[in-house]
């Protein structure tokens, strides 16, 4: 399998459209109910862009498999060290270990920004994530019952965190 990690660009956004919606439609690791617009995926896009925060992608043989990025957790000046990531690998490439390099990539970017959290949201149920997300030291720091409402049933979410080291 041949690989590149890279920024990714807004002639990625179709493939990240895609990835996206997949998951706002079919799970509930993001808590949307409508699938996105491409309008909408650029927009989120060029807000990154702006505010400097990384999105990548992780290309096998020429197709855009998966990306990685983050963004503020709250908007508190105090929280400016704190970034919370999403991490989506394309249903076609899963099990093959592409999440775990753009997760890594994205700790080693957030690193060089000087930053000194990264936080994970988690649906409770999806605990492939939780354990993925122990592979690189985060741990449990918090539960909130029933905090979203999605496909007919109230949703716990789960909030591990990564100590930066700095």
């Known amino acids: 399998m041949k690989y590149i990690i890279r920024k990714a660009t807004e002639k990625d956004l179709e493939a990240i ?4 919606n997949y998951n706002i439609l079919n799970t509930t690791s993001i808590y949307d109910y409508e699938p996105r617009t491409l309008a909408q995926q650029k927009a989120i896009f060029d807000d990154k862009v702006k505010a400097n925060l990384p999105i990548i992608v992780i290309e096998v043989d020429g197709e855009v498999a998966g990306f990685g990025t983050y963004g503020t957790f709250r908007f508190k000046e105090g929280y400016k060290f704190t970034v919370e990531h999403s991490v989506y690998v394309s249903i ?12 890594a990539e994205m700790i080693e970017l957030a690193k060089k920004q000087k930053l000194h959290t990264m936080i994970a949201v988690i649906d409770a149920e999806n605990q492939k994530s939780v354990e993925f997300h122990k592979q690189f030291g985060f741990e449990t720091v918090g539960l909130i019952k029933e905090s979203a409402y999605k496909f007919d049933k109230w949703l716990d979410t789960v909030f591990m965190q990564l100590i930066l080291e700095n």
């Open 17 to 20: 459209l895609e990835i996206v």
């Open 92 to 103: 076609n490439h899963q099990g093959k270990g592409l999440g775990k390099l753009l997760l």
